[in-house]
């Protein structure tokens, strides 16, 4: 959700204040304002920008702005420069810079703008979440204590944090539409698919013709074969969001982002949680060392149970008075191990792309498991392994990576590459998190995912590790359970992965993401000054732990400039 701040003037010049911008004999400079959302100030910009002038002593210095209406394409051949078939955050992302660059562009929407992250994902999920995670700071008797503290039973009105989660969600989704139609993006209501080479269709029969075309039409919750979903009593993540309920005992399927941020949830709330988990441990999708210590620390204390090496293989609604029946089978052998009964289950199983009634035969292109092939550059490849000229899919349709900010940054990628700047997305450098209490953070390869690489390619691997326990602002808050770890190339300084585990570490990761994708070396970042006392010094004493043999910097000079 990306947007920028423009400012427009009459074509009359202004006088600044008597102050030096640059030296006496230096040429006029171009300023560009930007980085800031309109809405944030409460106002839209006009549709038409112009340049405006400054009269500083006698010297004219020409201040340009990016145009922000949405006016002829470029190519009159053509309805739009761009058409991006789906309004979710990566259409949205994709939507703005392109207008920024001076694209006529328009968005086609089938449901509601924001699409699955703002609507029944990692917007309204985040407001339960900061519900759980006053409710669970309340109910610990000791932590509050530990503050001289005293504060009586807490509890909560369900509807009330229904609602919470509810308005955010539409809050943020009109300041989506908001953001678009102050830019002048073209918002088209209906539903899209390719007809042919640069030419769309939405809502009934609406035609339209783009030089370039993005489909970003994100994904929906994969329910397994065997498991019948009712809404009420089994349930997928876009009703448990919802909070309609808040049963006695629920089965989560699935131990990933979405099954323990949801644990987290219910248990704060008071509800007893039981996981199913197909693979032997739970958490597999987190570096090791980190998943172990996040059980020990959001799992085994609290009202948690779990079964692993299980396919949830028959999920049956509650009805007539029985509970939820959910029969367990084992994952490699296939035997019955176990029937549960339980007041509800929430399936958290992934979430498969959405990709039919698309159109894409018609330009001859074949979804592998549901997923858009795409090549590096998100560029769409046909059922002959060539490209579709002019065509694009980002975000959790392409699958490379089922992140909401991952879907915009490819689709600011794709716009960049549309009007002439060549660019490839370091997927590797795009951070995770769970947001759970304490949260767990990520960026790059696991410990055993660096190991393999290394075998392969013949270099030594290191961790570095440090703890919040060493760290001054996380035991003012009592908040010391917590562990950040990095894998890196002892012989050159690269960071491969950091993974973190304690408070705040969804906002402490980005120092670690924006490293790898600047290509900066440890030997470089580990002289940056971080204030004390604060929760970034975890990172920069793990970027101090490190030894690397060569002191020498190896940051290309081009990322030092840039930096």
């Not at 003037?9 to 400079?29: G, W, Y």
């Not at 058409?83 to 562009?105: D, F």
């Not at 393999?452 to 060493?470: H, L, Q, R, Y």
């Not at 973190?500 to 900066?520: K, Q, W, Y």
Request: aromatic share 6%; hydrophobic share 40%.
């Amino acid at each position: 959700m990306q947007s920028a701040f423009s400012l427009s003037f009459s074509q009359s010049s202004l006088t600044l204040p008597n102050r030096p911008l640059s030296s006496p004999n230096a040429a006029p400079r171009n300023l560009r304002f930007c980085g800031l959302r309109r809405e944030a100030f409460g106002f839209s910009p006009p549709k038409q920008l112009n340049s405006c002038r400054f009269q500083v002593k006698n010297r004219r210095i020409e201040v340009s702005a990016a145009a922000g209406g949405n006016g002829a394409p470029s190519n009159k051949s053509f309805d739009y420069d761009l058409v991006i078939i789906g309004a979710g955050v990566g259409g949205h992302g994709a939507a703005l810079h392109a207008v920024e660059k001076g694209l006529k562009t328009a968005i086609i929407e089938g449901d509601v703008v924001g699409g699955t992250c703002v609507n029944r994902g990692c917007v309204p999920s985040k407001a339960l979440l900061a519900v759980s995670g006053r409710m669970r700071e309340l109910q610990n008797e000791h932590h509050m204590k530990s503050f001289g503290l005293q504060v009586s039973a807490a509890g909560y009105d369900r509807q009330g944090v229904a609602d919470h989660a509810s308005n955010l969600a539409t809050k943020i989704r009109n300041n989506l539409t908001n953001s678009m139609k102050a830019l002048g993006v073209d918002i088209l209501t209906g539903f899209g698919s390719v007809l042919g080479p640069q030419k769309v269709k939405y809502g009934k029969d609406n035609v339209i013709t783009a030089k370039d075309i993005i489909i970003a039409t994100g994904s929906v919750p994969f329910v397994p074969k065997g498991i019948e979903v009712d809404g009420k009593t089994v349930i997928t993540s876009d009703h448990a969001l919802k909070l309609e309920s808040v049963p006695d005992w629920i089965a989560i399927v699935g131990s990933g982002y979405i099954g323990l941020e949801f644990s987290d949830v219910y248990t704060a709330l008071g509800s007893e949680v039981t996981f199913i988990e197909a693979l032997d441990q739970l958490m597999p999708g987190f570096d090791p060392e980190i998943s172990k210590l996040a059980q020990r620390v959001l799992i085994n204390p609290r009202k948690i149970d779990y079964h692993t090496g299980v396919f949830a293989s028959k999920i049956t609604p509650a009805k007539d008075g029985r509970p939820v029946m959910i029969e367990l089978i084992d994952a490699k052998t296939k035997e019955h191990k176990d029937t549960l009964e339980v007041d509800a289950a929430l399936i958290a199983t992934g979430r498969a792309p959405f990709t039919n009634g698309l159109g894409l035969e018609n330009i001859n292109v074949a979804t592998q498991r549901g997923f858009i092939p795409v090549d590096e550059r998100m560029r769409v490849i046909d059922g002959n392994g060539k490209l579709v000229p002019n065509l694009y899919c980002i975000g959790d349709a392409n699958g490379k990576l089922m992140l909401a900010h991952a879907a915009s940054a490819q689709g600011i990628s794709v716009v960049e590459q549309v009007t002439g700047r060549d660019h490839v997305l370091n997927h590797l450098s795009i951070p995770a998190a769970c947001f759970t209490h304490p949260e767990i953070s990520m960026v790059g390869l696991t410990e055993p995912q660096a190991r393999e690489k290394a075998e392969k390619e013949g270099f030594k691997v290191s961790i570095a590790k440090t703890s919040f326990k060493a760290n001054t602002k996380a035991l003012a808050e009592n908040e010391g359970e917590g562990l950040a770890k990095m894998i890196y190339r002892p012989d050159n300084g690269e960071i491969l992965g950091v993974h973190i585990f304690g408070l705040h570490a969804a906002d402490l990761i980005h120092e670690a993401s924006n490293a790898i994708a600047l290509g900066t070396r440890i030997q470089d970042i580990k002289l940056a000054v971080h204030a004390h006392p604060t929760l970034s010094e975890v990172v920069d004493e793990l970027f101090k732990a490190a030894k690397v043999e060569s002191p020498a910097s190896t940051t290309p000079q081009s990322v030092k400039a840039a930096v």
